[in-house]
T-cell receptor, first 115, second 112 residues
Framework: DTAVSQTPKYLVTQMGNDKSIKCEQN?????MYWYKQDSKKFLKIMFS???????INETVPNRFSPKSPDKAHLNLHINSLELGDSAVYFC??????????????FGNGTRLTVT | GNSVTQMEGPVTLSEEAFLTINCTYTATGYPSLFWYVQYPGEGLQLLLKATKADDKGSNKGFEATYRKETTSFHLEKGSVQVSDSAVYFCALRVGGGNKLTFGTGTQLKVEL
C-alpha cells in the first residue's frame, strides 16, 4: 500500500560503477521528482517529470540520467559513480494538473554509499 | 532567486515544552509556504501549509502563520512530545509548478 516506493533502500557500491534506483507511485499523480539529500540534510531537486516529459533539470552532472517509462515510474541511473554522489536520494510525486497542486508525497529514500 | 533560511539545530526540548522553529524566506513573486517533517528513516511528509498572507496553517498541534511583512513562517507547538522528534523543513513554492525550495532543516529532539 506504500504510495511512493523506491528500491533499493540501501546501496553500497564502489567508485566507477553504474547503478540504478527505481521509483514507483500508485497515487495516480502525473508528476514525479528526484531529490538529493546530503549529509547535512540539505535537500535539492534534481529532476522532475510530468506525464513522462522532463520539466525540471537542475544543474546535475550528465552522469545522472532519469528515465520515465510511464507516469507511475521514474528511475534514476547513475554512471561512473563518485564519492561525492554518496547521499540519500528521494523520489516524490504530486498532481500538477488542475487548479490546485497536491503536496509532494515522498518515498522513504535510498541511501547511496560510494566507497 | 528564492531561498529559505531556518534556525540551525539541533533543538533539544523537554516534553511539554513550547516549540518555535524560525523560518524566513526571500522569493521572486508571491510564494506558498510549507512545513515538512522527516521522521528517522522516512521521507518527508507535509505537515502544514499556507498560500497567502495572514493564513495560518495547522496540523497535529503545530501552527505557522504566513507573515508577509516580516517574510516569515515560524513553526510553533504549545506542548511537544517525544514522538515529535524529527527534522523539520520549511519550504516555499512560487508559481504554478511544484518545484519547492527547501530550507536546510532543523532537527528537533524531545526528551522525557
Amino acid at each position: 500500500d506504500t504510495a511512493v516506493s523506491q528500491t533499493p533502500k540501501y546501496l553500497v557500491t564502489q567508485m566507477g560503477n553504474d547503478k540504478s534506483i527505481k521509483c514507483e507511485q500508485n497515487l495516480g499523480h502525473d508528476t514525479m521528482y528526484w531529490y538529493k539529500q546530503d549529509s547535512k540534510k540539505f535537500l535539492k531537486i534534481m529532476f522532475s517529470y510530468n506525464n513522462k516529459e522532463l520539466i525540471i533539470n537542475e544543474t546535475v552532472p550528465n552522469r545522472f540520467s532519469p528515465k520515465s517509462p510511464d507516469k507511475a515510474h521514474l528511475n534514476l541511473h547513475i554512471n561512473s559513480l563518485e564519492l561525492g554522489d554518496s547521499a540519500v536520494y528521494f523520489c516524490a510525486s504530486s498532481q500538477e494538473g488542475g487548479r490546485i497542486n497536491s503536496p509532494l508525497h515522498f518515498g522513504n529514500g535510498t541511501r547511496l554509499t560510494v566507497t | 532567486g528564492n531561498s529559505v533560511t531556518q534556525m540551525e539545530g539541533p533543538v533539544t526540548l523537554s516534553e511539554e515544552a513550547f516549540l518555535t522553529i524560525n523560518c524566513t524566506y526571500t522569493a521572486t513573486g508571491y510564494p506558498s509556504l510549507f512545513w515538512y517533517v522527516q521522521y528517522p528513516g522516512e521521507g518527508l511528509q507535509l505537515l502544514l501549509k499556507a498560500t497567502k498572507a495572514d493564513d495560518k496553517g495547522s496540523n497535529k498541534g503545530f501552527e505557522a502563520t504566513y507573515r508577509k511583512e516580516t517574510t516569515s513562517f515560524h513553526l510553533e507547538k504549545g506542548s511537544v512530545q517525544v514522538s515529535d522528534s524529527a527534522v523539520y523543513f520549511c519550504a516555499l513554492r512560487v508559481g504554478g509548478g511544484n518545484k519547492l525550495t527547501f530550507g536546510t532543516g532543523t532537527q528537533l529532539k524531545v526528551e522525557l
